[in-house]
């Protein structure tokens, strides 16, 4: 395991429900994203932190709202999701957003397998 | 705007033979990172290798290799004495250096299936 980990690892959720993921990294990295991984789809960018400010917001829909309190935690709350949201919640983490190779590393969490029904 | 693809969406070895997975990508920049991600089954994914597009020295970590082409715009992933555990669907990923984009634009993946 790496030192960036997803809780929960499974969430079911009605297309009412409010919920909230979490993610936490031990790494000491300043960046922290969220991606979706749908089957047979690339990964998709969600949204960006660099130092708890939102440095990108890749068109995704209100419904998902990110939050991130500081730079070892970022959070991905849903509300009134829709049965296409289904998929795999990845978060990742990096030690910046430049800086080199080794800054643009991402490392993964194990990720959050959502379903709406 | 970048895209990467991996035209194989599956491959099989067996065990302690040599496989390469394919990898093509189009860009006009000139610097950039290409990676290789592994996501074994119900596991996190993680980094294989990474190459810089301004070294001609192909890289290498021990069993994985890659061969980069970048003229062809190639960076395909060799891994050698394939093991079980290597079974698991492998991602190649690009990133531009610097500028405002901070995305690592991913391929659709290669499950990638090791047999005894």
């Known amino acids: 395991e790496t030192g960036v980990t997803q809780t929960p690892r499974h969430l079911v959720m009605g297309m009412t429900n409010k919920k909230s993921l979490k993610c936490e990294q031990h790494?000491?990295?300043?960046?922290m994203y969220w991606y979706k991984q749908s089957a047979k789809k690339p990964l998709e960018l969600m949204f960006v932190y660099s130092l708890e400010e939102r440095v990108e917001n890749n068109s995704v829909p209100s419904r998902f709202s990110p939050e991130c309190p500081n730079s070892s935690h970022l959070f991905l709350h849903l509300h009134t999701l829709q049965p296409e949201d289904s998929a795999l919640y990845l978060c990742?983490?990096?030690?910046?957003?430049?800086?080199?190779?080794?800054?643009?590393?991402?490392?993964f969490g194990p990720g959050t397998r959502l379903t709406v029904t | 705007a970048q895209t990467v693809t991996q035209s194989q969406p599956e491959m099989s070895v067996q065990e302690a033979e040599t496989v390469t997975l394919s990898c093509t990508y189009d860009t006009s920049e000139s610097d950039y990172y290409l990676f290789w991600y592994k996501q074994p089954p119900s596991r996190q994914m993680i980094l294989v290798i990474r190459?810089?597009?301004?070294?001609?020295q192909n890289a290498t970590e021990n069993r994985f290799s890659v061969n980069f082409q970048k003229a062809a715009k190639s960076f395909s992933l060799k891994i050698s004495d394939s093991q079980l555990g290597d079974a698991a669907m492998y991602f190649c990923a690009y990133r531009r250096v610097g500028g405002s984009n901070y995305k690592l634009t991913f391929g659709k993946g290669t499950l990638l299936t090791v047999n005894p």
């Open positions: 790494l000491g990295h300043n960046a």
């Open positions: 990742a983490s990096s030690l910046g957003l430049a800086g080199g190779p080794k800054g643009y590393e991402q490392y």
């Open positions: 190459q810089e597009a301004y070294k001609q």
